[in-house]
């Protein structure tokens, strides 16, 4: 356990978990645990002291839903999400992840969320999500369950994913487990002392697994259930994930991806993820994507129906990320019907409670010191959780500004696009009549570049994944593509590098898919004779001159 200097919160409004905690101000934290909650008189000659005058002092953030990525649990604590729940990962992700907790929690490195692990989900061969996750143990049927679930323990798992669904919401047709097998899951799991997550996404999917003896839907269906159905999954006293935050892989009608239109998380965010997320608006995307109404509410009749329902956001879908998600999916909850506390209760005690982590999700003597302090009040304005002015885990401060330019970045963003390229690719082999990404080629077979259906319509991209003109008729963005795909590498750019704020004109010498070699118009800038190479995950590029 990290040992650091004790130290007291002051002057503070402190969430218990519940709601606010009439009368107390003060907390104090000692060898990362809370080991005081009350008035000034917690506090003890030597503490250190953390002013917390007009904030709210939450216990740290619960993401009950999300897949692993490496660095992904840093990412999470930048943001006050100090506990992260996966729902389906393999191994050789699983356990960097997990030894680079283990080490924060011993005070070595930095400070990282923890995390808990279903490993690999029980799915059906060929079954959801195999397009991402292949190659992986698949469940044949009600005899495999026993070794299945030995196998998921034997990796460290602390839940059992269980999968049920056959595509036919995204528009597919894949295999899926059956009810035998699905009973056989639980009841292995349940002998295990495992709690069961159950990803369906229809109603009828939700009503058959929780009847199953599911402990958790891991999300709320996406299409409307009827009273009926939430009646019958209220009478077996599932938990529910909510998952409302799906909705932002989607952008605006202005183009903007939503998480981007808030500005206290979009300035927390690094750069490499920002152009992540702001590159997604131009992104494939299936056609009529969703308004997430009837999502919103099935998540609020759960909660009227007196099931749990606890805050997970699925990151990194696209539009999504470690951490900063979850307060968009408060933000969702509360637009849907949630009160402040409900959402916020939804993020603490609840996933604590669910997947048995008694020694958090409460501010209480004895708990984990995971904490984040907030400017304001998220229980009269939940946008207030996010203005995060200091986070802590275990009681160590958590240092914003350490993992952006870091390995695990790095490797995060290229593990993220390298799935989503995959994802791409294999819904566009199985489905051919299906609208999909396409490159554009000159008679002579040189590349001109892409064109991607989008929520807007279609978009020509560069080599390198920048768009040309707006978003529109197929055949435009094709004709785009033949006459400026080339053309336009002989024009003058701006580019952006890392975090620098200055846009600088530049010539681009060569370009790649995922790379250019620019040379910078200025005569004295320090460069090498033939330009340099950048990665696109390093650089904005755009052929207009930004107005800042």
Same mark, same amino acid.
């Given at each position: 356990?990290?040992?650091?200097?004790?130290?007291?919160?002051?002057?503070?409004?402190? /969430?218990?978990?519940?709601?606010?905690?009439?009368?107390?101000?003060?907390?104090?934290?000692?060898?990362?645990?809370?080991?005081?909650?009350?008035?000034?008189?917690?506090?003890?000659?030597?503490?250190?002291?953390?002013?917390?005058?007009?904030?709210?002092? =939450?216990?740290?953030? *619960?993401?009950?839903?999300?897949?692993? /990525?490496?660095?992904?649990?840093?990412?999470?604590?930048?943001?006050?999400?100090?506990?992260?729940?996966?729902?389906?990962?393999?191994?050789?992700?699983?356990?960097?992840?997990?030894?680079?907790?283990?080490?924060?929690?011993?005070?070595?490195?930095?400070?990282?969320?923890?995390?808990?692990?279903?490993?690999?989900?029980?799915?059906?061969?060929?079954?959801?999500?195999?397009?991402?996750?292949?190659?992986?143990?698949?469940?044949?049927?009600?005899?495999?369950?026993?070794?299945?679930?030995?196998?998921?323990?034997?990796?460290?798992?602390?839940?059992?994913?269980?999968?049920?669904?056959?595509?036919?919401?995204?528009?597919?047709?894949?295999?899926?487990?059956?009810?035998?097998?699905?009973?056989?899951?639980?009841?292995?799991?349940?002998?295990?002392?495992?709690?069961?997550?159950?990803?369906?996404?229809?109603?009828?999917?939700?009503?058959?697994?929780?009847?199953?003896?599911?402990?958790?839907?891991?999300?709320?269906?996406?299409?409307?259930?009827?009273?009926?159905?939430?009646?019958?999954?209220?009478?077996?006293?599932?938990?529910?994930?909510?998952?409302?935050?799906?909705?932002?892989?989607?952008?605006?009608?202005?183009? *903007?991806?939503?998480?981007?239109?808030?500005?206290?998380?979009?300035?927390?965010?690094?750069?490499?993820?920002?152009?992540?997320?702001?590159?997604?608006?131009?992104?494939?995307?299936?056609?009529?994507?969703?308004?997430?109404?009837?999502?919103?509410?099935?998540?609020?009749?759960?909660?009227?129906?007196?099931?749990?329902?606890?805050?997970?956001?699925?990151?990194?879908?696209?539009?999504?990320?470690?951490?900063?998600?979850?307060?968009?999916?408060?933000?969702?909850?509360?637009?849907?019907?949630?009160?402040?506390?409900?959402?916020?209760?939804?993020?603490?005690?609840?996933?604590?409670?669910?997947?048995?982590?008694?020694?958090?999700?409460?501010?209480?003597?004895?708990?984990?010191?995971?904490?984040? =302090?907030?400017?304001?009040?998220?229980?009269?304005?939940?946008?207030?959780?996010?203005?995060?002015?200091?986070?802590?885990?275990?009681?160590?401060?958590?240092?914003?500004?350490?993992?952006?330019?870091?390995?695990?970045?790095?490797?995060?963003?290229?593990?993220?696009?390298?799935?989503?390229?995959?994802?791409?690719?294999?819904?566009?082999?199985?489905?051919?009549?299906?609208?999909?990404?396409?490159?554009?080629?000159?008679?002579?077979?040189?590349?001109?570049?892409?064109?991607?259906?989008?929520?807007?319509?279609?978009?020509?991209?560069?080599?390198?994944?920048?768009?040309?003109?707006?978003?529109?008729?197929?055949?435009?963005?094709?004709?785009? =593509?033949?006459?400026?795909?080339?053309?336009?590498?002989?024009?003058?750019?701006?580019?952006?590098?890392?975090?620098?704020?200055?846009?600088?004109?530049?010539?681009?010498?060569?370009?790649?898919?995922?790379?250019?070699?620019?040379?910078?118009?200025?005569?004295?800038?320090?460069?090498?004779?033939?330009?340099?190479?950048?990665?696109?995950?390093?650089?904005?590029?755009?052929?207009?001159?930004?107005?800042?």
């Amino acid at each position: 356990m990290s040992t650091h200097q004790p130290f007291t919160i002051t002057g503070v409004r402190v /969430l218990g978990g519940r709601g606010l905690i009439p009368g107390v101000t003060h907390v104090r934290v000692r060898d990362g645990r809370i080991a005081a909650v009350g008035d000034e008189s917690v506090t003890r000659p030597g503490d250190a002291v953390v002013d917390g005058s007009g904030g709210t002092l =939450l216990p740290g953030l *619960v993401d009950a839903h999300v897949h692993l /990525l490496p660095g992904c649990t840093q990412l999470a604590a930048v943001f006050g999400v100090t506990t992260v729940v996966d729902m389906f990962s393999k191994p050789e992700t699983i356990d960097p992840e997990r030894a680079a907790v283990a080490a924060s929690e011993r005070g070595r490195g930095p400070v990282l969320a923890d995390m808990r692990t279903s490993s690999v989900g029980a799915t059906a061969p060929g079954g959801h999500p195999t397009i991402a996750y292949a190659p992986f143990p698949y469940v044949t049927g009600p005899l495999d369950a026993a070794s299945f679930v030995a196998g998921r323990v034997a990796e460290g798992a602390t839940h059992i994913k269980v999968i049920y669904d056959d595509g036919s919401g995204a528009m597919l047709d894949i295999p899926a487990l059956d009810v035998r097998t699905i009973e056989a899951l639980v009841a292995a799991a349940h002998e295990r002392g495992l709690p069961v997550v159950a990803h369906a996404s229809s109603a009828a999917g939700a009503v058959t697994v929780a009847r199953c003896g599911a402990d958790v839907l891991a999300h709320a269906p996406f299409d409307r259930m009827t009273d009926r159905q939430i009646s019958d999954v209220a009478r077996c006293g599932v938990a529910v994930i909510a998952t409302l935050s799906i909705i932002d892989g989607f952008p605006d009608e202005d183009g *903007v991806m939503p998480l981007l239109a808030q500005p206290h998380l979009a300035e927390r965010l690094s750069a490499r993820w920002r152009r992540v997320i702001e590159r997604q608006a131009t992104r494939w995307m299936p056609p009529g994507p969703p308004d997430g109404a009837a999502q919103r509410y099935n998540t609020v009749a759960f909660l009227e129906s007196g099931l749990r329902v606890l805050a997970g956001t699925d990151a990194p879908n696209p539009g999504l990320v470690f951490g900063a998600s979850l307060h968009r999916e408060l933000q969702h909850m509360v637009a849907a019907g949630f009160t402040p506390d409900e959402a916020l209760t939804a993020a603490t005690a609840a996933p604590a409670e669910v997947f048995g982590m008694a020694d958090r999700g409460e501010i209480a003597e004895g708990r984990r010191a995971d904490l984040v =302090l907030v400017v304001g009040d998220p229980t009269a304005d939940i946008t207030a959780t996010q203005r995060i002015r200091d986070v802590w885990v275990l009681g160590r401060r958590v240092d914003p500004r350490a993992y952006a330019g870091g390995e695990a970045e790095r490797e995060g963003v290229r593990r993220q696009r390298d799935s989503a390229e995959k994802i791409v690719k294999a819904i566009g082999e199985s489905r051919p009549a299906f609208p999909a990404p396409h490159e554009v080629r000159r008679d002579d077979g040189e590349l001109l570049g892409r064109v991607v259906p989008t929520a807007g319509g279609w978009q020509a991209v560069t080599i390198f994944g920048v768009p040309l003109g707006g978003a529109g008729d197929q055949g435009d963005a094709v004709r785009t =593509l033949h006459a400026r795909g080339l053309a336009c590498l002989s024009e003058p750019w701006w580019a952006r590098v890392g975090d620098d704020p200055a846009w600088r004109e530049a010539r681009i010498v060569e370009a790649a898919p995922d790379r250019v070699r620019l040379r910078w118009s200025d005569p004295m800038a320090d460069q090498p004779p033939s330009g340099e190479w950048f990665g696109l995950d390093d650089l904005d590029l755009s052929l207009d001159r930004p107005a800042c």
